[in-house]
Every structure is written in structure tokens, then in C-alpha cells.
């Protein structure tokens, strides 16, 4: 890929910048999405996006001492690239620990894009559960950006409760008004307040019956997830090459030095992380 120069199975520079030398930044600004989850707005130093990354890119976000950790950007604007993290550990204990104007470094992007191009004219459905919503984001608002282009945007979307919807607020509310986009929530169990689909995401998707009919679908949650999904979506009808995915929890590093993602011959941080399942049907192990 043109932004990344390969010697050795590894990236030696991005976008001409040293591979592994984070940019300095500072946070912009942060928002509590949900108990565990906050997204962080990160701009330069000079008050300019860091750089251009394309819907489905990765970049490593570091906080001096404590480490680092690669996260998909789910959205991006003149001046910032948002990150959404769960906090899980030691490390995304300290980011969601930052204010406005604390300090952060920044490498990447990494890895390749969702074919945004290749989609132009298609109506497309995303599934999505809990924190998978983060890539599926950035190529939905991508999308809007350039709503004319694109076909029927349909998403169905589950967490464990409410309160475990990313974003939950600008889908309920934002989304539904933009032409041709249709938004269907599902929790899987019942909580005060919800008034709406109580179901796990797979059997979801298959009550909702979409037919395959060209429309391309983009696939994003955990292991249960993806597996469930992907089969209703097999038994509904869409075709390996039909359904997009992406492995981006396996990067590591992000520029193939570390091994860490590497599946057979594939590293996904150099090789992905988005593909097609026809594509992973080829590297053996890559499904399971």
C-alpha cells in the first residue's frame, strides 16, 4: 500500500514519518459514551488533524509511561482523529484518565481501508454489537459525507443493555433523518426504560429478513458475534465475497515486526485489517 514503505515483512516508514516514532499530540477533547467506554478527539500540536486515515485504518495511541494500544479511528474532522476505548486494562485505565489538553503520542495509520470505492451505488448493511460500532462508524460517516454516492444504509445494532450502545444517542436520534437510512437497536435483555427489541443480534438479523439483492454487508463485534452473525447472514443468503470484515483486535504492533497478528503467511496488520470472508476463507485458521 502506497502510505506504507515494506522492507523485510516489516514497515520501515508511514506517510514518509518513521514507523515506529509516535507524533506528538495532546487530547482535544473527551466524551463518556458509556460506563466503560469514552472517545477521545485528538489533535497536533499545532491544532491540525494528525493525518489522513481512511475508514477502516488503525493507529497506535501511547500515554508516556504506561504504553500503548491500537485503535481503529472512528471518526476524523479538520482538526482531530477520534479514537473510542473500552477500558479493559492498565493502559486504557490511563487514557480514560486524560483531560482536554493532556499530552498523547500517535503513529499510524496503519493497516488497509473498507472499499469505499467499490461500494459506491450499493445498498449496505451493518452489523455491529457493543464496541464494534467504532469501525463500522467510520465508515458510516464517511458514508454520509458522501450520501448521494451510496445506496440504502441499514443497521442493526445490539449491546448487552442500553447502556452498552456506543454512540447510542446521534443513532437513535441523528441517523434515522438522513435519507435513506434505517436504523433497527436490540438489547439482549430486558432494562428499565427500553421499550425496544429485546434479542440477540443474530436472530435479529434473521427476523429482519434482509435478502441479499446486491446489498453489501459489514460485519464488526466479538467472537459470539461474528460467528452467529455470519451465519445467519450465510443463511440468509449472502455470498463470502458479499460479507466485510474486520480483524483489527489482533493487530499489535502494527507494522509486522512483532508477529503477534500474523495467521499462516498473513500478518492482519499489513495484509488487513479489513477483508472479505471469501478472502479469509483462504488463510486457514483466519475463521476460527
Same mark, same amino acid.
Given at each position: 500500500?502506497?502510505?506504507?514503505?515494506?522492507?523485510?515483512?516489516?514497515?520501515?516508514? @508511514?506517510?514518509?514519518?518513521?514507523?515506529?516514532?509516535?507524533?506528538?499530540?495532546?487530547?482535544?477533547?473527551v466524551s463518556q459514551e458509556t460506563s466503560d467506554v469514552k472517545a477521545l478527539r485528538i489533535?497536533?500540536?499545532?491544532?491540525?488533524?494528525? %493525518?489522513?486515515?481512511?475508514?477502516?485504518?488503525?493507529?497506535?495511541?501511547?500515554?508516556?509511561?504506561?504504553?500503548?494500544?491500537?485503535?481503529?479511528?472512528?471518526?476524523?474532522?479538520?482538526?482531530?482523529?477520534?479514537?473510542?476505548?473500552?477500558?479493559?486494562?492498565? @493502559?486504557?485505565?490511563?487514557?480514560?484518565?486524560?483531560?482536554?489538553?493532556?499530552?498523547?503520542?500517535?503513529?499510524?495509520?496503519?493497516?488497509?481501508?473498507f472499499p469505499y470505492e467499490g461500494l459506491r451505488g450499493k445498498d449496505l448493511l451493518f +452489523? &455491529?454489537?457493543?464496541?464494534?460500532?467504532?469501525?463500522? *462508524?467510520?465508515?458510516?460517516?464517511?458514508? %454520509?459525507?458522501?450520501?448521494?454516492?451510496?445506496?440504502?444504509?441499514?443497521?442493526?445494532?445490539?449491546?448487552?443493555?442500553?447502556?452498552?450502545?456506543?454512540?447510542?444517542?446521534?443513532?437513535?436520534?441523528?441517523?434515522? *433523518?438522513?435519507?435513506? /437510512?434505517? /436504523?433497527?437497536?436490540?438489547?439482549?435483555?430486558?432494562?428499565?426504560?427500553?421499550? &425496544?427489541?429485546?434479542? %440477540?443480534?443474530?436472530?435479529?438479523?434473521?427476523?429482519?429478513?434482509?435478502?441479499?439483492?446486491?446489498?453489501?454487508? @459489514?460485519?464488526? &463485534?466479538?467472537?459470539?458475534?461474528?460467528?452467529?452473525?455470519?451465519?445467519?447472514?450465510?443463511?440468509?443468503?449472502?455470498?463470502?465475497?458479499d460479507i466485510i470484515t474486520t480483524l483489527e483486535m489482533r493487530m499489535k504492533c502494527g507494522?509486522?515486526?512483532?508477529?503477534?497478528?500474523? +495467521?499462516?503467511?498473513?500478518?492482519?496488520?499489513?495484509? &488487513?485489517?479489513?477483508?472479505?470472508?471469501?478472502?479469509?476463507?483462504?488463510?486457514?485458521?483466519?475463521?476460527?
Amino acid at each position: 500500500m502506497s502510505h506504507i514503505e515494506i522492507e523485510h515483512g516489516c514497515a520501515r516508514s @508511514v506517510e514518509g514519518r518513521d514507523a515506529l516514532m509516535p507524533l506528538p499530540c495532546r487530547v482535544l477533547a473527551v466524551s463518556q459514551e458509556t460506563s466503560d467506554v469514552k472517545a477521545l478527539r485528538i489533535t497536533s500540536l499545532q491544532g491540525t488533524r494528525p %493525518f489522513d486515515a481512511k475508514p477502516g485504518q488503525t493507529a497506535m495511541l501511547s500515554i508516556i509511561p504506561s504504553g500503548e494500544c491500537m485503535f481503529c479511528v472512528s471518526s476524523q474532522g479538520e482538526d482531530y482523529l477520534e479514537f473510542t476505548v473500552k477500558k479493559v486494562g492498565f @493502559v486504557t485505565e490511563q487514557l480514560h484518565a486524560l483531560r482536554p489538553g493532556d499530552a498523547v503520542g500517535l503513529r499510524g495509520p496503519y493497516g488497509n481501508w473498507f472499499p469505499y470505492e467499490g461500494l459506491r451505488g450499493k445498498d449496505l448493511l451493518f +452489523i &455491529g454489537g457493543g464496541i464494534g460500532m467504532a469501525p463500522l *462508524r467510520s465508515l458510516i460517516t464517511y458514508l %454520509f459525507d458522501c450520501r448521494s454516492e451510496y445506496g440504502a444504509i441499514d443497521l442493526v445494532y445490539s449491546g448487552s443493555t442500553p447502556d452498552d450502545l456506543v454512540f447510542c444517542r446521534e443513532i437513535q436520534e441523528d441517523w434515522p *433523518r438522513i435519507d435513506g /437510512v434505517t /436504523v433497527h437497536l436490540s438489547v439482549y435483555r430486558e432494562s428499565p426504560g427500553w421499550d &425496544g427489541e429485546v434479542a %440477540f443480534t443474530a436472530p435479529f438479523l434473521e427476523r429482519l429478513g434482509y435478502a441479499p439483492d446486491g446489498r453489501i454487508a @459489514v460485519l464488526c &463485534g466479538g467472537p459470539s458475534l461474528f460467528r452467529t452473525c455470519l451465519a445467519s447472514l450465510e443463511k440468509l443468503g449472502f455470498a463470502p465475497e458479499d460479507i466485510i470484515t474486520t480483524l483489527e483486535m489482533r493487530m499489535k504492533c502494527g507494522i509486522g515486526k512483532c508477529g503477534r497478528c500474523n +495467521i499462516g503467511s498473513h500478518y492482519i496488520c499489513l495484509d &488487513g485489517p479489513v477483508f472479505s470472508i471469501a478472502e479469509l476463507h483462504k488463510i486457514p485458521g483466519a475463521l476460527h
